[in-house]
């Protein structure tokens, strides 16, 4: 099937390009809220789940064991942009499981926040594994297998405790079993398991309601959801969709991204879990449609409306900073 017009660029008056996509709105008990494009076939959600994957810090006694504080369980479930309050937080947490950067498995890449890359450059130092946008995660997967008492060696293989266990959770989340064919290697290393939008959104509204989950998995969800809701801004950075989205919002919206125009969000008010797949891979789309999904669904103040605003019909400017044209939702995602 061919999936519907989720969002459009406009330049002056004309269309100048369109986004693809998907979208699934689903609630705890598994209803279809609404349901655009194709939300059956299998995707790879890359770190729009990081939210569930930490988790296994949570139960495992990692978070406990080591004194994780509200910054450090963000940050588990962030893409940061490697500014230095993120690389620092993430060193602490390694530090408090007696480890240090080359426990790291997820590589290495210079801040994608631009001015914290440039004031590396100029310090004369380089990029290590801290600065990766996954570090937190990573270093949460650390404190989960020590608590757990396996092997911090190769703890992103597919294989190693740790890994499993996320399977299990993601599982357990969605209620769908994902056979090894599903299985890839996402970008910081770790398995990727490909899973259909609908079985996402459902996962995420459990992980907002609490709903069908042992007591002692909804009490980690809660403490999660509790986390970045006090501290957004470790979840993303600086000027970023979900940092500051979540900093308006707090605990009435979770929002994650990931790569490839993936976007996965709950609204525990409501009960309801969003994912969303743009199919040409673009985050601008993703970040538009969730805006879109929210502004439609969460009851809005005036306040609320105001912020939303910029997300959901963001402005574009040239290098000059020239209003030239912007996006919004297409005509679809915008009637639903």
């Known amino acids: 099937m061919s999936n519907p017009i989720l969002v459009e660029v406009t330049r002056g008056s004309l269309v100048e390009s369109r986004h693809r996509g998907s979208v699934a709105v689903v609630d705890a008990d598994g209803a279809t809220v609404l349901s655009l494009g194709d939300v059956e076939t299998p995707i790879f959600p ?48 390694l530090r ?23 004031a590396l450059a100029r310090s004369g130092t380089t990029a290590t ?4 946008n996954c570090s937190g995660k990573h270093s949460g997967f650390l404190c989960a297998a020590c608590a757990m008492g396996v092997a911090t060696r190769g703890y992103v293989a597919a294989e190693h405790p740790v890994q499993r266990e996320v399977k299990s959770v993601l ?28 079985a996402l959104a459902h ?27 006090a501290k957004p801004w470790f979840v993303s950075g600086t ?24 976007y996965c969000g709950a609204l525990p008010e409501l009960g309801y879990g969003i994912a969303i797949k ?6 601008r789309c993703a970040e538009v449609a969730m805006a879109a999904v929210i502004a439609r ?12 605003a910029r997300f959901v019909r963001p402005e574009l400017k040239n290098w000059r900073g020239t209003p030239v044209g912007a996006l919004a939702p297409a005509a679809e995602l915008h009637a639903a």
């Open 46 to 93: 890359r770190s729009a789940i990081k939210g569930l994957q930490a988790l296994v810090l949570v139960e495992s006694g990692g978070a406990d064991r080591y004194g994780l504080d509200d910054e450090a369980l963000a940050l588990a479930c962030a893409s940061h942009g490697g500014e230095p309050a993120h690389v620092a937080r993430a060193e602490r947490t």
């Open 96 to 118: 408090a499981a007696g480890l240090d950067v080359a426990a790291l498995e997820c590589g290495t890449h210079w801040p994608s926040h631009q001015a914290s890359a440039l």
């Open 129 to 132: 594994a801290l600065h990766n």
């Open 171 to 198: 599982e357990g989340m969605t209620g769908a079993k994902i056979p090894d064919g599903r299985r890839a290697i996402d970008g910081c290393s770790v398995p990727t398991w490909a899973l259909p939008l609908r």
């Open 203 to 229: 996962a995420f509204a459990r992980f907002a309601t609490g709903h069908g989950m042992a007591e002692k998995r909804a009490a980690a969800a809660r403490r999660l959801r509790a986390a970045v809701a």
């Open 239 to 262: 000027g970023r969709f979900s940092s500051e989205l979540m900093g308006h919002f707090g605990a009435r919206a979770f929002v994650k991204g990931g790569a490839e125009g993936v």
């Open 278 to 283: 743009c199919d040409d891979g673009q985050g």
């Open 297 to 308: 669904f969460l009851p809005l103040g005036d306040a609320d409306r105001k912020v939303l």
